[in-house]
């Protein structure tokens, strides 16, 4: 096969298939004949295993001819792939080609150009079996047989031969003949034959169906069918086709809709600019072309079950289609044996490939396609078939019944918010608001506007989608005016208020939303003023005005015991108990918060009990108590997934905030288990998030794939001071280590500034933290920077602090205590300027000083449980050490966080500590103890390159460029402490990484 006629779409998802296929045709060490029958459905990916097993048929040595069957139909010239084989044998080896047509001159008649027109009964028709041929004609055909028997058995006395001859649902009847005669014979020399089929063009009278029989009972023939790839190895497939990283949604969707065909979601993939719902013009038409095959009646029962979606029982069918009974089961019946319908265990039916029912969907005519939905309703409403809500509003829909439609979308809402589908039952909810917009069909449908548009924001904040809750109730606001009373306008700003509250670009004032909300609610107790109370309490909270906040929770918690409110009650209670952290007491705030953990839990209330949880894990993060904060985010995130709110707030942060967690205490295993989204369809902010905390370990690793994952998530800071503090300090380090400190300098700047514009604060704490990380860069810089830029970095640097300070100062000066993280940054900037002066020569620096400031950034960090930042620590302490002579002190400082950064991956600290103190026994070192954490990744490149592969063959293996595979060998040979791949291996093997 040519270059031009190899497929260009990497290979994936097929290692198994391939070594099965090496295998049985012997493609070893021992080369021996073998034949495989290949089958697989159109686009499944035969062409590209085929490819992939050409290549390595020609690296151990073998020769390769291929040949293709086409449709043309009954006028297929007989032989027409192995006239193609000696065609290119030809023209790329014509003097072989001479030598095999003198010793066997029958092949001659297969050459192009030189093609004999066939008689009757030589075999032009397709597949079969054999036709009768005259004595002259069967001693013709013998020859050629045995002509190109002998053929390619001479070939193969010089090198071992693959043949491959593809699209065999094509072939004419003598090409199947020629290779039954090539199964039978077998060959004595290195000679095997592959067959390519697609499974899904034979229908029951195919000729090739006899074929394949009689060429499975033969012994040296093994059929083999290429199954659909997994959801997994589409996801694989679509990042390695498409250059930059797609949302997780539309990657999901490609998935979902491709349904393991490879040739589909390629189609898909680039057609992605036409909207989520669209097919590409030529995959639409290479789908129905299984439409024109069939009859009347079974085109009619195709279009009737296409409108119920991907499948449809029997019994619903049977009441749409307008045919009797036996016309149906005729058309059933031509519509499985064409492989476009294939039976189901449930009495119903399914289209064998879903972008099938989509194509012949969008192929029906308007009138056509009302008909045929109304029909779905008439049969749903009166009984005649069972089906769900959430169908009978989509038919409705479609069939133009907007009453139908909307009453069945409210109970299609309903019943996903009952499973733990928000996204799903937002849309319902939205349609039946869109429908009953219209005055007519609100008068006659008795249905409660502003009840379910509560139900529809409540969907669409659990769905994670806080922007587009708070923009429809902001609609509904404007649109119903003052048309309802002033409670139910009193529920819709109470509503607002709360989404509003957890946006940090929210359109409107959280608190004079809420505050006109309590206006409108009668001053006695009552529910919905107690709730009223706890979200402007709540509000307060948020704008750090404490003490109102807490006179509002109390009032809230009150009157909700007054009026047995125990949601609000709950709430309440959760907000003091927020409160008595604040104002100085994170132990008195556990002791409160467990006993609302402890009543939610009784009561049975998930959503209070989310949130008290979440807030438990920030008093117990604010006692320095990292492990058991981890603990506590851990159960809230895993309680939000049990109940269907995965993306909802205080449950999507508890799992951020388990990351965050899990990282400061070394866990990083369990940060890539949380930042993993697979197939998860996160919405477009919670997805932001997640890849923003990732970023704080691909920055520890020193992952190549950070500075990419920095410009993914990076536009997404500017709406969420939470993300930006999150992703500011990642990216200090990251461009910090890569020596951009510009950069690094840059991102500091932008994100203080977009937490101060987001959160209407001149100074927040965590820019204690970040000021400490950049001083740090700063500091190394200073060391091999000139004495100009020197003198720029410590004026910097000055700055840095001052901020720091001042940020202290702030905090204290409202009365809250600085909590032992606080401190412990507090220490670090601190040692760090000091460092910065050493390493910038600007003369003031005091050793004494300095080693002390280090050792009580060290106690800090290993007292709040940070061990990454304690090893880090460790490190510029120990430099320090050996700076000044003591070098024993400096590796018995270093000695811990060596272990710590070869757990972790830690590849900057590793090189860090390398110079500060370097290691006596490095492989042995790295084999000691548990073994070094390698990412995904680079458990990949580190398996190849012990199989010995070159970095330009890994690079071509895993789809990425040679300088990522250089930057991951070196890591890799970092982490495990070996100066070369052979050691690598070695000490991988040895410690368990490789089995």
Not at 719 to 741: F, R
Not at 805 to 817: I, K, L
């Amino acid at each position: 096969m040519p270059a031009d006629d190899l497929p260009t779409t990497p290979l994936v998802g097929r290692t198994r298939e391939l070594h099965q296929l090496t295998a049985l045709l012997g493609l070893g060490a021992d080369p021996r004949g073998s034949a495989v029958v290949l089958g697989g459905d159109a686009g499944v990916g035969k062409t590209r295993l085929l490819g992939a097993l050409r290549s390595e048929a020609l690296d151990t040595g073998w020769q390769v001819l291929m040949g293709h069957c086409l449709d043309f139909g009954d006028s297929a010239l007989p032989y027409l792939p192995f006239s193609e084989v000696f065609g290119r044998l030809d023209a790329a080896r014509p003097g072989l080609l001479q030598d095999l047509l003198e010793a066997h001159p029958a092949v001659s008649r297969l050459q192009p150009g030189r093609r004999m027109l066939a008689h009757s009964g030589s075999g032009s028709s397709r597949g079969g079996a054999p036709g009768v041929a005259s004595t002259d004609e069967a001693l013709a055909r013998g020859e050629l047989f045995e002509g190109v028997h002998s053929a390619l058995t001479r070939m193969a006395g010089t090198a071992p031969v693959l043949l491959v001859v593809e699209d065999a649902h094509w072939a004419d009847r003598s090409t199947c003949d020629l290779l039954s005669f090539l199964f039978a014979r077998g060959f004595e020399t290195p000679v095997s034959v592959v067959v390519s089929y697609r499974s899904d063009d034979l229908h029951r009278r195919h000729p090739l169906r006899a074929r394949l029989a009689e060429w499975g009972r033969m012994q040296r023939v093994t059929r083999m069918g290429l199954e659909a790839l997994s959801d997994a190895e589409v996801r694989s497939l679509i990042h390695a086709v498409h250059p930059g990283r797609l949302a997780e949604r539309d990657v999901d969707e490609i998935v979902a809709r491709a349904d393991g065909n490879a040739f589909f979601a390629e189609e898909l993939l680039g057609a992605r600019d036409l909207g989520p719902a669209s097919l590409p013009t030529e995959l639409t038409d290479l789908l129905l072309v299984r439409l024109d095959r069939l009859g009347e009646e079974g085109r009619a029962v195709v279009r009737a079950a296409a409108c119920s979606g991907r499948t449809v029982s029997h019994a619903l069918l049977a009441q749409v289609v307008d045919l009797p009974p036996t016309a149906l089961d005729a058309g059933l019946r031509e519509a499985v044996d064409a492989h476009v319908l294939v039976t189901l265990d449930d009495d119903s039916y399914a289209f064998r490939h879903a972008l099938l029912a989509e194509a012949v969907h969008d192929d029906l005519l308007p009138g056509e396609r009302t008909r045929l939905h109304a029909a779905y309703v008439a049969a749903l409403v009166q009984g005649r078939a069972r089906g769900t809500a959430a169908e009978l509003a989509r038919h409705a829909r479609a069939a133009h019944d907007l009453p139908t439609s909307a009453t069945a979308a409210v109970e299609a809402g309903d019943d996903a918010m009952a499973v733990g589908g928000p996204d799903e039952a937002a849309r319902h909810y939205q349609h039946a608001l869109e429908v009953l917009a219209d005055p007519e069909v609100a008068t006659a449908l008795d249905v409660d506007v502003v009840d379910l548009t509560l139900r529809a924001a409540d969907a669409l904040m659990v769905a994670g989608q806080l922007p587009r809750s708070a923009g429809l109730l902001r609609d509904q606001l404007g649109h119903l005016g003052e048309r309802i009373g002033a409670a139910q306008r009193a529920q819709l700003l109470i509503a607002l208020g709360t989404v509003s509250l957890l946006t940090d670009d929210a359109p409107v004032n959280p608190l004079d939303v809420v505050s006109e909300a309590l206006e409108l609610v009668p001053p006695g107790p009552s529910a919905l003023r107690a709730k009223a109370l706890s979200v402007r309490a709540r509000v307060l909270d948020d704008r750090a005005r404490f003490d109102e906040a807490a006179r509002f929770a109390q009032e809230a918690f009150d009157m909700a015991d007054q009026v047995q409110a125990a949601s609000v009650r709950v709430e309440a209670a959760t907000t003091l108990g927020r409160l008595k952290e604040l104002s100085g007491d994170p132990q008195g705030s556990v002791v409160a918060l467990t006993q609302v953990v402890d009543q939610a839990r009784g009561t049975g209330d998930h959503i209070a009990l989310i949130r008290a949880l979440h807030q438990l894990g920030g008093a117990r993060l604010e006692l320095g108590d990292a492990a058991a904060a981890h603990q506590v985010y851990l159960e809230a995130h895993a309680l939000a997934l049990r109940h269907g709110r995965r993306w909802a707030p205080y449950g999507f942060d508890s799992r951020v905030l388990a990351g965050l967690t899990a990282y400061a205490i070394g866990d990083w295993h369990t940060v890539d288990t949380l930042t993993d989204t697979t197939g998860q369809a996160p919405p477009p902010q919670a997805e932001m998030l997640v890849g923003t905390l990732r970023l704080l370990v691909l920055a520890g690793r020193g992952d190549p794939d950070g500075p990419a994952a920095l410009q993914r998530v990076r536009p997404g800071w500017r709406s969420d001071g939470w993300a930006a503090i999150i992703g500011t300090g990642a990216a200090i380090d990251l461009l910090g280590d890569a020596g951009d400190l510009e950069g690094a300098t840059a991102a500091l700047v932008d994100g203080a500034s977009t937490v101060q514009r987001l959160w209407d604060l001149p100074v927040f704490q965590a820019q204690v933290r970040l000021g400490a990380l950049l001083t740090g860069h700063l500091a190394t810089h200073a060391a091999r920077a000139g004495s100009v830029e020197r003198t720029a970095l410590l004026a910097r640097g000055d700055e840095l602090l001052t901020t720091a300070e001042e940020v202290v100062a702030t905090v204290e000066g409202v009365g809250r205590p600085y909590g032992p993280e606080g401190r412990a940054w507090l220490s670090r900037i601190r040692a760090e300027h000091l460092r910065l002066c050493w390493t910038g020569g600007s003369g003031t620096s005091d050793d004494a000083a300095m080693v002390q400031a280090w050792e009580e950034t060290v106690t800090g960090f290993e007292q709040l449980g940070h061990l990454f930042e304690a090893a880090r620590s460790r490190a510029r302490l120990a430099a320090l050490l050996r700076a000044h002579g003591d070098v024993s002190g400096a590796e018995e400082v270093a000695a811990p966080a060596h272990a710590v950064a070869l757990r972790l991956g830690a590849t900057p600290l590793l090189t860090e500590l390398e110079a500060a103190a370097p290691r006596r026994g490095r492989a042995t070192q790295a084999a000691g103890g548990a073994p070094p954490q390698l990412t995904p990744r680079e458990a990949e490149v580190l398996a190849l390159v012990a199989e010995g592969r070159t970095n330009g063959e890994i690079s071509r293996r895993l789809f990425i460029s040679t300088k990522t595979v250089s930057v991951h060998v070196s890591n890799i040979l970092a982490k495990l402490g070996a100066s070369g791949r052979t050691e690598a291996a070695a000490v991988a093997r040895r410690t368990g990484l490789l089995r």
